[in-house]
């Protein structure tokens, strides 16, 4: 079973995300809060396997709960699920730790794959989003910055396809290797370039031209 967190401030539209939510039955909304400090609360007393956040919540909102998180139980997984389409607002997300920036009119059958996606390790953006992000990421990349050098020619491969959103699964397939192995080659390639986790790898392929 995944135990999800939501973390939304209006009661009628929580509600209709958990109905969504648990259309899948291998998931559950296991708690509810009304804030980002309800959430950051709910966190130090139960486990959660993912925890969706809105972004504008009273109290503490959503980027400030996604960063305190992030930072206590760096191996959570967090999904932004907000109104606004807005590229600051999902850069903003990416770089609080989050592994996905949904938007609240998105089918049920989207988000259960958005959710899914997140906890196999991938970066989840509806196309419409990434249509916005992706660009901004791509002009913040210094033009002439090389690779690390002491990158393997597999670990090249695996940066690749997590800059593509692939998940471990989805890696392992492509790269004819077991799911364990590409989790100890992404630790190892985290570690060599001193990145928090893969939503910054991913932005590290990006940055870098590998997709």
Known sequence: MIDILLAEDQGMV????????????DIRVLKEAKNGKEAVDFCETHHFDMVILDIRMPIMDGLTAAREIHRLWPDRKILMLTTFNDDDYALEALRAGASGYMLKDAE??????????CL???????????????PRLLN????????????????????VRVGNGRNNQEVASELCLSVGTVKNHISVILDKLALRDRTQLAIYAIRHHLV
């Open 14 to 25: 929580r509600q209709g995300l958990k109905m969504m939510i648990e259309t899948d039955t």
């Open 108 to 117: 049920a059958d989207e988000l259960i794959r958005s959710i899914r996606s």
């Open 140 to 159: 913040q990349a210094p033009v002439k910055e090389e690779v690390d050098p002491s990158l393997t020619p597999r670990e090249v491969e695996i940066i």
């Open 120 to 134: 196999a390790g991938g970066v989840s953006l509806q196309d419409h989003v990434a249509a916005k992000v992706l």
